[in-house]
């Protein structure tokens, strides 16, 4: 009995675990750019109660006898399909289609990966940048911060589906000026380190960035700008999860009431 107490405290144990994770994913279900979780399980060891069994007879039975120990969290993974897109006709607002990432710059001088394309026009040392909102510069194919030249009037600044930006002349002629918003892609984003702010960070589990612009072997995404990508959390589906994992917890509290009912009545025992 005393085993199965702690088989059901796991089971509690975990699925705080996953309505933590539920929760988080409601939370951002506004957020630009945000990919669901969801947490994954593991059984625990398995106790060996007996490695032949026999039936009356005495003949072996194909199976020994097993009792496993609960559960746990072996991981929660992200889910990285794509958003629906939101257009807001903001000149620097970019929204990714396809499995790439925009390259920014932190404020620690590492480079930080993000699927939040809501940027606009930041006043620097070196001229006009286009930033995100915490000030991190966007990032151009040769890893520097995207700087527009005095010369061009941001307001005339667009930007293709293959990231080039382009400058709209008084003769309503697109010129490019040389710069083009890096987009890479990773072979396993799930292993990225989520920071605060939107903000991924490489790992050993992700692997290497891949530079679209670079990597013909990669299939290229596509840049919208004027859109925003919402989060790929879908409501219904987490009210859903969330009512089966608050069912899992209270069958398992369940467990616990039934097994200290028997316990009291084993002590009662004369």
């Given at each position: 009995?005393?085993?199965?107490?702690?088989?059901?405290?796991?089971g509690?144990?975990?699925?705080?675990?996953?309505?933590?994770?539920?929760?988080?994913?409601?939370?951002?279900?506004?957020t630009?750019?945000y990919?669901k979780?969801?947490?994954?399980?593991?059984s625990?060891?398995?106790?060996?109660?007996?490695?032949?069994?026999?039936?009356?007879?005495?003949?072996?039975?194909?199976?020994?006898?097993?009792?496993?120990?609960?559960?746990?969290n072996?991981?929660v993974?992200?889910?990285?399909t794509?958003?629906?897109?939101?257009?807001?006709?903001n000149?620097?607002?970019?929204?990714?289609?396809?499995?790439?990432?925009?390259?920014?710059?932190?404020?620690?001088?590492?480079?930080?990966?993000?699927?939040?394309?809501?940027?606009?026009?930041?006043?620097?040392?070196?001229?006009?940048?286009?930033?995100?909102?915490?000030?991190?510069?966007?990032?151009?194919?040769?890893?520097?911060?995207?700087?527009?030249?005095?010369?061009?009037n941001?307001?005339?600044?667009?930007?293709?589906?293959?990231?080039?930006?382009?400058?709209?002349?008084?003769?309503?002629?697109?010129?490019?000026?040389?710069?083009?918003?890096?987009?890479?892609?990773?072979?396993?984003?799930?292993?990225?380190?989520?920071?605060?702010?939107?903000?991924?960070?490489?790992?050993?589990?992700?692997?290497?960035?891949r530079?679209?612009?670079?990597?013909?072997?990669?299939?290229?995404?596509?840049i919208?700008?004027?859109?925003?990508?919402?989060?790929?959390?879908?409501?219904?589906?987490?009210?859903?999860n969330?009512?089966?994992?608050?069912?899992?917890?209270?069958?398992?509290?369940?467990?616990?009431?039934?097994?200290?009912?028997?316990?009291?009545?084993?002590?009662?025992?004369?």
């Amino acid at each position: 009995m005393m085993r199965s107490l702690w088989t059901a405290a796991s089971g509690m144990t975990t699925q705080q675990t996953n309505v933590d994770v539920i929760s988080n994913n409601l939370a951002n279900i506004n957020t630009t750019g945000y990919k669901k979780e969801t947490a994954e399980f593991k059984s625990l060891f398995y106790q060996t109660i007996q490695e032949n069994s026999y039936d009356n007879n005495g003949n072996p039975k194909p199976t020994g006898i097993q009792v496993g120990l609960g559960v746990r969290n072996s991981a929660v993974t992200s889910q990285y399909t794509q958003g629906t897109l939101v257009q807001t006709n903001n000149d620097f607002d970019f929204a990714i289609e396809g499995k790439g990432f925009f390259m920014v710059r932190t404020q620690d001088g590492s480079i930080g990966y993000t699927r939040n394309g809501s940027f606009g026009l930041a006043n620097g040392i070196e001229g006009v940048t286009i930033a995100d909102s915490d000030g991190n510069p966007l990032l151009d194919t040769t890893g520097s911060p995207i700087v527009i030249d005095e010369v061009y009037n941001p307001s005339r600044i667009s930007v293709n589906e293959y990231g080039e930006l382009l400058y709209t002349d008084d003769d309503n002629a697109q010129i490019s000026i040389g710069i083009t918003v890096a987009l890479v892609q990773f072979n396993n984003p799930g292993g990225l380190k989520k920071e605060s702010g939107s903000i991924l960070k490489e790992t050993d589990a992700s692997g290497l960035p891949r530079l679209e612009h670079d990597d013909y072997t990669l299939e290229k995404s596509k840049i919208r700008q004027g859109y925003l990508e919402g989060s790929n959390v879908e409501a219904v589906d987490e009210i859903v999860n969330l009512i089966v994992a608050q069912r899992a917890y209270e069958m398992n509290s369940k467990i616990i009431t039934a097994v200290d009912q028997m316990l009291q009545q084993a002590n009662n025992l004369r």
